[in-house]
Antibody, heavy 119, light 107 residues
Framework: QVQLQESGPGLVKPSGTLSLTCAVS?????????WTWIRQPPGKGLEWIGE???????NYNPSLRSRVTMSLDKSNNQFSLRLSSVTAADTALYYC????????????WGQGTLVTVSS | DIQVTQSPSSVSASVGDRVTITCRAS??????LAWYQHKPGKAPELLIY???SLQSGVPSRFSGSGSGTDFTLTISSLQPEDFATYYC?????????FGGGTKVEIK
């Protein structure tokens, strides 16, 4: 049973960079999986941010592509999200999730971590 | 982007009731739709994929149907543990997009 756990600062200043990590347990990050970030602003719906494959390929939401970077840390079995030039609109619950290669739904999710953008 | 619209946004129901949630895509997506259950403070859980396939371990009172642009999630007999928010997601085209959610509340 794969388990995912997000971690990172809960408060980021405007114009700064949001950095989150998702630790994977019960499975290898080197498996044929896409490792994904999804967010939910307060009172709003879910937004797919993007994903990274075990080989390093990435897919990003065009609406965020210019500000997003995702990376893998295979030695620690975790993956990361960096979102630059943040504003209050980036305040959200951030989830990491997994989808199997060739599948486009998410079978494992983390519990989410709240990131607030405020000075 | 494919827009996904869920209705209703909330529904009040009693234990034992049949509950139906609808999801409409802005263009045809075949059977490329998934449904999730989400309880506060917990990880969302996959219920249904490919519009009607039940994820392993999910109770059979959950079912999904539809194709093209119109889809339905049905809970045949609502149980206390089913009070949650439900989301649909189109799994057809990037960027992957979600419906706005339906909160199932106790009547």
């Amino acid at each position: 049973q794969v388990q995912l756990q997000e971690s990172g600062p809960g408060l980021v200043k405007p114009s700064g960079t949001l950095s989150l990590t998702c630790a994977v347990s019960g499975g290898s990050i080197s498996s044929t999986s896409w490792w994904t970030w999804i967010r939910q602003p307060p009172g709003k719906g879910l937004e797919w941010i993007g994903e990274i494959y075990h080989g390093g390929s990435t897919n990003y939401n065009p609406s965020l592509r210019s500000r997003v970077t995702m990376s893998l840390d295979k030695s620690n079995n975790q993956f990361s999200l960096r979102l630059s030039s943040v504003t209050a609109a980036d305040t959200a619950l951030y989830y990491c999730a997994r989808r199997g290669a060739g599948l486009y739904y998410f079978d494992y999710w983390g519990q989410g971590t709240l990131v607030t953008v405020s000075s | 982007d494919i827009q996904v619209t869920q209705s209703p946004s909330s529904v009040s129901a009693s234990v034992g009731d049949r509950v139906t949630i609808t999801c409409r895509a802005s263009q045809g997506i075949g059977s490329w739709l998934a449904w999730y259950q989400h309880k506060p403070g917990k990880a969302p859980e996959l219920l249904i994929y490919a519009a009607s396939s039940l994820q392993s371990g999910v109770p059979s009172r959950f079912s999904g149907s539809g194709s093209g642009t119109d889809f339905t999630l049905t809970i045949s007999s609502l149980q206390p543990e089913d009070f949650a928010t439900y989301y649909c997601q189109q799994t057809n085209i990037f960027p992957l997009t979600f419906g706005g959610g339906t909160k199932v509340e106790i009547k």
